[in-house]
C-alpha cells in the first residue's frame, strides 16, 4: 500500500479502527473498575524527595517485566487487539505494596526523609520520566461516546511539569525529572510561611503546563491535595475540587490563585473545562483563553490518573490550535519522523505502547556490523551523556531509541492498525526523551500529512451522538456507536465561520 491515501478514507477500515479503539477505551475502563490501587506510598515518595529509591528501582524492572512480557507474543499487532496491555500505573502497585512491607520491617514508626522534594540524587531523577505523567494518546478515531462523557480542554501552550509542594518548597520537575524552578507557594506545604507549610503530611502533585508567556503555572490535573491522594478519584471528580481550589480568583480557597507575592512567586490557574457538546466542544476551540493554545485535551469524565499512557485521555490539534500541528524538523520540511525501539534479538523495531507493534526489522547486515563493533569494544563504553546523546561503543542494546523518516511508501495499515512502514534510517535519537512514538501518534502525524481529523468532523460527530442519545431515550434503545463521515460542510453547532480563520 502506497499510504498517498490515508486507509481513513475507507469507511469499513475506519469502522474497524473505531471498533479496535473503543475495545481498549472499554478495556481501560474495566481495568479502572477491578483494580484495588492505593497510590498513597508512591504520592508521598514524590513528595519528600523519593525516600525509597529501590521502590523506584523495583516499579522501573516491574515496568520492564510488564514490556518482556507483552513482546513475547509472535502477533503483537494481535494482543494489541485482544490484551490492550496492563497501563504502568498497575507496575507501581506492586511496587507501592513492597516499600509498605520493607518500610514496616525497618521500623515501627513512619521514619522522616531528610530530603526535600527538589533535592532528589541523580539516580532519582534519571528514574523519574515522563511515566509519572498521565500520558494522552491521539486522535485518530472520535469516541462514540465523547459527546456526553468527555471533557473537552484547551491545552496551553508550554512546557508540562509536575508540580511537587511539601516541607515549605514547591518544585516544578520537567518530564525528565530535571527540576525547572524552585520557588515559595501559596500551595500547601508550598512555603515557610504557608498554612500547612511543613506539616508532615501536607503535600501537593499537580500535572500542569508553564506558560513562560505570563509567567502561569495552568493546572491540568490534581493527584494530590493537602497529602489526600486523588489518583484513584474520576476526573470529573478532580477538576471539580481543582476548580474550587484554585479556579476563579475572586472565590478560589487557595491564596495562590489570586496572585504573586513573598509567598507566591508564580500564579496558578485552572484553563477552562468544557462539557464536550457542541457549545463546550466550539468554547474549547475558539473562545477566548489568557494563554496561547497548543491543541484541545478530551478527558473521559469517569477515567482515574494513570501513569503512562491511557485511552481514557486524547490530544487533538490542527494548524489553528497550536504552532506544533506537525512535528518540528530541523530542515524545515514536512517529512514525518518517528522514533523506535530496538528489540535486539529480532533486530525489530517497535512503537513506545504498553504492547508495542512491530513496523520493521533492520537488516541482517546492519546489526551484525554493529554486533563486531560491540565485540571489539573495550567493556563499559557505553553511556548516556547528560544532552541525551547515545555514547555507545558502536554496538546496539536492547531498548535503545532510533530516528527515521517515513519514506514515500508510507504506512501499512491493516484493520486499522499499522502493521509496517517506509522507514529510512537516520541515526541514534536522543535517548532522554521519554520512550518511542506511540502508535496513535504515528498515526495522528501521519494522517495530518495526508488527511487530517477535522474540527468539523469532530463537531459532527458530536452533534450526531446528540441526536441518536436524544432517539434512544425517545424509543428506549440504545443509541449505536458514530463514526467519523466526511463532509465539507461545518456542523450546525458552530456558526458559520467560527472556524476560517
Not at 569494544?377 to 544532552?387: E, F, K, L, T, V
Not at 517515513?406 to 504506512?411: A, R, S
Request: glycine content about 10%; overall charge neutral; charged content about 25%.
Amino acid at each position: 500500500m502506497s499510504g498517498r491515501l490515508p486507509p481513513r478514507r475507507d469507511s469499513v477500515k475506519a469502522s474497524r479502527l473505531s471498533t479496535q479503539l473503543q475495545k481498549r477505551r472499554d478495556a481501560a475502563r474495566q481495568r479502572q473498575r477491578d483494580a484495588r490501587r492505593d497510590l498513597t506510598d508512591h504520592a508521598r515518595s514524590l513528595a519528600f524527595g523519593a525516600e525509597d529509591s529501590g521502590s523506584e528501582a523495583g516499579a522501573t524492572r516491574a515496568v520492564g517485566d510488564q514490556d518482556a512480557m507483552h513482546r513475547s507474543s509472535s502477533n503483537p499487532q494481535e494482543l494489541a487487539l485482544e490484551h490492550p496491555g496492563t497501563s504502568s500505573t498497575e507496575a507501581w502497585l506492586d511496587v507501592a505494596q513492597m516499600g509498605r512491607e520493607s518500610h514496616h520491617e525497618r521500623s515501627p514508626r513512619h521514619r522522616r526523609s531528610s530530603s526535600a522534594p527538589g533535592k532528589w540524587s541523580r539516580e532519582s531523577v534519571a528514574r523519574f520520566s515522563e511515566s509519572q505523567f498521565m500520558l494522552p494518546e491521539w486522535m485518530v478515531d472520535v469516541p462514540p461516546d465523547l459527546g456526553h462523557a468527555w471533557f473537552a480542554t484547551p491545552r496551553p501552550k508550554g512546557q508540562r511539569v509536575l508540580v511537587i509542594s511539601s516541607r515549605g518548597c514547591t518544585v516544578s520537575r520537567l518530564k525528565n525529572g530535571r527540576v525547572l524552578h524552585r520557588f515559595p507557594s501559596a500551595l500547601p506545604g508550598g512555603s515557610q510561611r504557608t498554612k500547612h507549610g511543613k506539616a508532615e503530611d501536607s503535600f501537593c502533585i499537580l500535572d500542569c503546563v508553564f506558560h513562560q508567556e505570563d509567567g502561569v503555572y495552568y493546572v491540568m490535573d490534581c493527584m494530590a491535595w493537602n497529602g489526600m491522594s486523588m489518583y484513584d478519584c474520576t476526573a470529573e471528580m478532580r477538576l471539580s475540587w481543582l476548580y474550587s481550589k484554585l479556579g476563579d480568583p475572586e472565590t478560589a480557597e487557595c491564596e495562590a490563585a489570586t496572585g504573586t507575592g513573598p509567598n507566591n512567586r508564580y500564579r496558578f490557574a485552572v484553563p477552562p473545562t468544557h462539557n464536550c457538546d457542541a457549545s463546550g466542544l466550539r468554547a474549547a476551540y475558539g473562545s477566548p483563553v489568557p494563554f496561547r493554545r497548543d491543541g484541545i485535551q478530551f478527558l473521559a469524565k469517569d477515567g482515574n490518573y494513570e501513569l503512562g499512557v491511557t485511552p481514557l485521555a486524547v490530544m487533538w490539534k490542527d494548524p489553528n490550535t497550536s504552532d506544533f500541528f506537525l512535528d518540528e524538523n530541523p530542515d524545515g520540511s514536512d517529512t514525518q519522523r518517528v522514533v523506535l525501539s530496538l528489540q535486539s534479538a529480532t533486530g525489530d523495531v517497535v512503537t513506545g505502547d504498553p504492547t508495542p507493534i512491530a513496523l520493521a526489522r533492520l537488516p541482517a547486515q546492519f546489526l551484525e556490523s554493529a554486533g563486531r563493533a560491540a565485540e571489539s569494544a573495550p567493556a563499559g563504553g557505553d553511556s548516556i551523556g547528560r544532552d541525551g546523546t547515545w555514547r555507545g561503543n558502536g554496538g546496539l542494546r536492547d531498548g535503545l531509541l532510533l530516528r527515521f523518516a517515513v519514506g514515500k511508501g508510507g504506512l501499512q495499515i491493516q484493520d486499522g492498525l499499522p502493521v509496517a512502514a517506509d522507514l529510512v534510517y537516520e541515526g541514534i535519537a536522543n535517548q532522554r526523551r521519554g520512550g518511542a512514538d506511540t502508535m496513535t501518534k504515528i498515526l495522528f502525524q501521519y494522517y495530518a500529512r495526508r488527511e487530517p481529523i477535522t474540527i468539523e468532523e469532530i463537531g459532527m460527530a458530536v452533534e450526531t451522538q446528540a441526536r441518536e442519545a436524544a432517539m434512544a431515550a425517545s424509543s428506549g434503545s440504545s443509541a449505536s456507536s458514530v463514526s467519523i463521515a466526511r463532509s465539507s460542510q461545518s456542523f450546525s453547532g458552530i456558526p458559520n465561520g467560527l472556524f476560517d480563520f
